[in-house]
């Protein structure tokens, strides 16, 4: 069965992001495949410094975060943008987790790992201006974004009491760019 991680790049309670990565954990599950909602708070890392790796070596919660991606086909990110970028909680864990580690056999974890993207924001535009940049990001660690993405706009009422994307529109996206992936991902 196909496997895909899933998770936001914000660590703020109630997150737009983390409201939009739970609505993909359905959606994906629907579609057949076997979903994993983490939450990055739950992977605590210091801000990168390679003079930190070199004294100590990688956090433990990294190595757990490596071995999930490792372990999983695909991966979904919810994201907010922040002044347009990625979110500093997610190049962090990004940039630590794109390290090499005497401590597993995973190797490159994100090499040719697809990837689908959904930013959310409470304005108009729905986190848009991230895209390309985190597109950028990934694609230099080897991972493959999937051709399209979500966007929510006016997140704070996108959802529905059910955890639901209430525009139809908006879920159908979700639902097709899910499928994107998992076609992506599945195992050959």
Known sequence: MTSILIFAGS????????Q??????????QAGAKPTLIDLADFEAPLYNADLEDGAGIPQSVLDFR?????????????????GFVTPLLLNMLCWASR?????????VFQARPVALMPSSPGRLGGV????????????????????????????????????LADATA?????ALADRLLDASRPR
């Not at 660590?11 to 983390?18: E, H, L, P």
């Not at 090499?100 to 490159?108: C, E, M, T, V």
């Open 11 to 18: 660590a703020r309670r109630g997150a737009f992001s983390k």
């Open 20 to 29: 939009l990565a739970a609505a993909a954990t359905t959606v994906v599950a």
């Open 67 to 83: 071995r999930l991606v490792a372990t999983h086909h695909g991966l979904m990110i919810a994201t907010p943008e922040y002044n």
């Open 100 to 108: 090499p580690s005497p401590g597993d056999d995973f190797g490159s």
């Open 129 to 164: 201006r991230v895209i390309p940049r985190l597109r950028d990001v990934l694609a230099e660690l080897g991972m493959v974004p999937v051709p399209g993405f979500v966007t929510v706009p006016a997140a704070a009422s996108a959802f529905t009491s059910r955890g639901r």
């Open 171 to 175: 879920e159908t996206g979700l639902v």
